[in-house]
């Protein structure tokens, strides 16, 4: 079972493409699948050079890694191949399913024309446009098949992967947005996305079963994002100042989002939110991202028993409360800034996906991380 699914717990921002980009070089993963669309970016911040991408999947950074589009993705050309030429991938590295769907200026316009920024906090990209004509089945809307700029990339994503698994070969699905932005299970509709963000939903856009899946790496943050402006609801909302104040970071915090580079709003951490999604997504792991914002003494530390204690305890009550144990942590935005632990998880016993318990689902639970220095 060499299929390992990446996915986001809140409302994305959560270090997916941290995640991935690290595994594609530790493991030397030989397939990485990008779910999703244009509406939402994962970042890879490595040795000095940040990449933002909307597109590409995050394994890149390996250069043995095959990039693969799942045939549930939509693609806006334009996107990718700048991506493409940004990262220096080679074309032949690069494969696109021939039933993706293809983005052009006509559904960003449409976006755009339902002033979808101002009541839902749409990115505008076109992603959700896409998805709506994709379902009624329009017959001047495009699949990858059609689009001449991307024919050189074609393939079959499910018949690449499926026999890539046979071969008893690695494969990372990299997940899109978080949890929290479900068209199906958020809280929130219609502050939503325009798709499914489960790894079940991923898997379905690439076309395996969920038999070859081998390991869950759900990613979280200390302190929750948002897209700023009118995107929905955001419980626990503090101001980036409130979150520099209690981190003691030692100059201005503020995060801005891939996408369209607006600011994101943040908030203290949602218990119930991030039990909800290990309940649906059932994690073998988790990766907790944002360490340094819980104390900035944790910044770029890389050995768990270098963390301050407040944050071992928090690190402690995740795996408490998940009954699942956080195997990477995350202390600065860079790919050099993680502790790869899974040795050094605190529970004495992680008990099995499977018995992941119900309890404390139903309310809301808002989560003070500890201020540092006390």
Not at 49 to 76: C, E, M, T, W
Not at 83 to 98: A, K, P, Q, T
Not at 172 to 189: M, R
Request: proline share 5%; aromatic share 6%.
């Amino acid at each position: 079972m060499p299929v390992t699914v990446i996915v986001g717990g809140q409302y994305g921002g959560e270090g997916k493409g941290k995640i991935t980009s690290h595994l594609s070089v530790r493991d030397d993963v030989r397939y990485v699948v990008r779910c999703g669309g244009p509406n939402s970016g994962h970042t890879v911040d490595i040795q000095g050079k940040r990449y933002q991408l909307r597109s590409l999947p995050a394994g890149f950074v390996n250069n043995h890694s095959r990039l693969l589009l799942a045939a549930g993705s939509l693609i806006d050309p334009r996107i990718l191949l700048r991506e493409i030429e940004l990262c220096n991938v080679s074309h032949d590295r690069v494969g696109v399913d021939l039933n993706a769907g293809v983005i052009s200026e006509r559904e960003v316009a449409y976006e755009r024309d339902l002033f979808l920024r101002e009541t839902i906090g749409s990115t505008l990209s076109g992603t959700g446009a896409g998805v709506a004509a994709r379902v009624l089945r329009q017959g001047d809307f495009k699949l990858a098949k059609d689009a001449p700029e991307l024919r050189p990339f074609l393939t079959s994503v499910a018949e690449e992967v499926n026999a890539a698994i046979d071969d008893g070969q690695q494969v990372i699905v990299e997940g899109t947005q978080g949890f929290g932005l479900s068209l199906y299970h958020s809280d929130c509709y219609p502050y939503a996305t325009s798709r499914d963000t489960t790894a079940s939903a991923f898997l379905s856009e690439v076309g395996v079963s969920p038999f070859v899946v081998k390991s869950v790496i759900m990613a979280i943050r200390t302190y929750p994002i948002r897209v700023g402006g009118n995107s929905g609801p955001l419980k626990g909302e503090i101001t980036w100042e409130e979150l520099r104040c209690r981190s003691r970071y030692p100059h201005e915090i503020m995060e801005f989002t891939t996408a369209t580079g607006r600011p994101r709003r943040v908030a203290d951490f949602d218990m119930a939110l991030v039990k909800k999604a290990a309940m649906v997504n059932r994690p073998t792991c988790i990766a907790l991202h944002g360490a340094d914002y819980l104390d900035y003494r944790n910044k770029s530390v890389t050995r768990f028993q270098e963390l301050t204690g407040e944050t071992k305890d928090f690190v402690a009550s995740i795996e408490t409360e998940l009954g699942v144990p956080v195997g990477f942590v995350g202390t600065g935005p860079t790919n050099e800034e993680l502790i790869d632990a899974p040795r050094h998880a605190t529970s004495k016993n992680h008990p099995d996906a499977s018995s992941f318990s119900l309890s404390g689902v139903g309310g809301v639970q808002i989560v003070r991380p500890p201020t540092s220095g006390t």
